[in-house]
């Protein structure tokens, strides 16, 4: 099936370092979401992004939905400790079908 | 407002045994998911229902019924268990009116 390529596999920061994170696809996708998933928990959504080129913020995050539609970025500025997780992107193609990248592990060493 | 609710949090099961996974959303949320997520692979869609009363594939059906009970209520069977099946489950819903799809805490399926 099809699957979204999402890069780094995983991340090993120091405290405070700024992390960026990328996912890419061969299909055009109309809205790309991005998920945090911590330990032994669901998927909560952080950013939603609905047209080409859109920059959307909330608080240190920052994602980009890519001007060819095929391709998104997540950023986090000034990392802590409780940023530790599996971050995933997802794209929707119709209504219905979320496709997920595989997720970046983020690890924070105080 | 519990969101979305699953039930058990951890399952194991001897192959052949069959059971039921529980979801219930009490956003009145019209569509609603069932994924299962393995080590490297994100979350793979077994089947959705768009509206109360309709059921459909997803990218990996086989093994899996589905049935919408009500608006609130999904749920996920598997009829023979497999150890291919052992994964985390996740339930999801979404209103008609976003593409936002808001996830429950996952049920841990170990098949042995």
């Known amino acids: 099936g099809q699957q979204l390529n999402q890069s780094p596999q995983s991340m090993f920061i120091q405290e405070g370092e700024d992390v960026s994170m990328n996912c890419t696809s061969s299909?055009?996708?109309?809205?790309w979401l991005w998920y945090k998933q911590d330990p032994g928990e669901g998927p909560v959504l952080l950013i939603a992004?609905?047209?080409?080129?859109e920059l959307t913020s909330n608080g240190r995050l920052t994602a980009q939905f890519g001007i060819t539609r095929k391709d998104s970025f997540l950023n986090i500025s000034a990392s802590i400790p409780s940023d530790v997780g599996i971050y995933f992107c997802?794209?929707?193609?119709?209504?219905?079908?979320?496709?997920f990248g595989q997720g970046t592990r983020l690890t924070i060493n105080p | 407002n519990a969101g979305v609710t699953q039930t058990p949090k951890f399952q194991v099961l001897k192959t052949g045994q069959s059971m039921t996974l529980q979801c219930a959303q009490d956003m009145n949320h019209n569509s609603m998911y069932w994924y299962r997520q393995d080590p490297g692979m994100g979350l793979r869609l077994i089947y959705y229902s768009a509206s109360e009363g309709t059921t459909d594939k997803g990218e990996v059906p086989n093994g899996y019924n589905v049935s919408r009970l009500n608006k609130r209520e999904f749920s996920l069977r598997l009829e023979s268990a497999a150890p291919s099946q052992t994964s985390v489950y996740f339930c999801a819903s979404r209103s008609s009116f976003s593409y936002e799809q808001y996830f429950g805490p996952g049920t841990r399926l170990t098949v042995t």
């Open positions: 299909s055009i996708f109309n809205t």
């Open positions: 992004l609905y047209k080409a080129g």
């Open positions: 997802a794209g929707i193609q119709g209504a219905q079908k979320l496709v």
